[in-house]
């Protein structure tokens, strides 16, 4: 009796973690989920909101640009 118990409880415990790992990877039961929580922190784009960000990066792209150009006279000038 004391082997098959403890071919049960082996079984047990190895099938436990296969079956919840199998269980997670499931697409079926928390797509819906995922994809309603995508859409709260990645919301649909708005022209508005886009076109916001885009100026945004370009204000910082030439704010960049000034900065280092600004620089690179300054280390010409040190140079000279």
């Not at 082996?10 to 919840?20: D, H, Q």
């Amino acid at each position: 009796m004391g082997v098959k118990i403890e071919v049960f409880r082996m079984m047990l415990y190895l099938s436990f973690p296969v079956t919840m790992f199998w269980i997670s990877n499931q697409a079926e039961y928390f797509e819906e989920y995922i994809v309603k929580r995508k859409r709260e922190i990645f919301p649909p784009d708005e022209k508005m909101h886009r076109k916001e960000l885009e100026d945004f990066k370009e204000r910082m792209r030439d704010r960049k640009e000034r900065r280092l150009l600004k620089r690179m006279a300054l280390e010409e000038a040190e140079k000279e």
